[in-house]
């Protein structure tokens, strides 16, 4: 079955704001939305041979050398689905998007396998 990445992603000046509210309100956000992600993953868990997780600040290394960056990417996960399209429909209504302040997900195909062992 074709695997697909979705990445999760997130404007720094949506997080910063998020991150300004009380921190009442942000409990409570989070106690809703991360109770509506746990439902969301376990419906579709067949989907999922490799759940990801979030991530932090970013570190980038380029022929110039290694150095702080700053990218949109907050977490992933790895989607099984017959279509990218398919895939993609896991994620309408998604709580990260609807609850928390993410902007979007972005799903792209792997193009490559694993070598073989």
Same mark, same amino acid.
């Given at each position: 079955?074709?695997?697909?990445?979705?990445?999760?992603?997130?404007?720094?000046?949506?997080?910063?704001? &998020?991150?300004?509210?009380?921190?009442? @309100?942000?409990?409570? !956000? *989070? %106690?809703?939305?991360?109770?509506?992600?746990?439902?969301?993953?376990?419906?579709?868990?067949?989907?999922?041979?490799?759940?990801?997780?979030?991530?932090?600040?970013?570190?980038?290394?380029?022929?110039?050398?290694?150095?702080?960056?700053?990218?949109? &990417?907050?977490?992933?996960?790895?989607? @099984?689905?017959?279509? !990218? *399209? %398919?895939?993609?429909?896991?994620?309408?209504?998604?709580?990260?998007?609807?609850?928390?302040?993410?902007?979007?997900?972005?799903?792209?195909?792997?193009?490559?396998?694993?070598?073989?062992?």
């Amino acid at each position: 079955m074709p695997r697909f990445l979705a990445v999760y992603t997130m404007k720094p000046e949506d997080l910063a704001r &998020f991150r300004s509210l009380p921190k009442p @309100e942000q409990n409570a !956000i *989070d %106690a809703v939305g991360l109770q509506q992600w746990a439902d969301w993953e376990e419906r579709n868990a067949a989907f999922f041979p490799d759940r990801g997780g979030m991530v932090g600040r970013t570190t980038r290394v380029t022929k110039d050398g290694i150095a702080d960056a700053v990218n949109p &990417f907050c977490g992933y996960i790895v989607v @099984e689905a017959d279509t !990218i *399209d %398919a895939a993609a429909r896991l994620f309408e209504n998604h709580p990260h998007f609807t609850v928390f302040p993410g902007d979007g997900v972005d799903i792209m195909p792997f193009l490559t396998g694993p070598a073989p062992t």
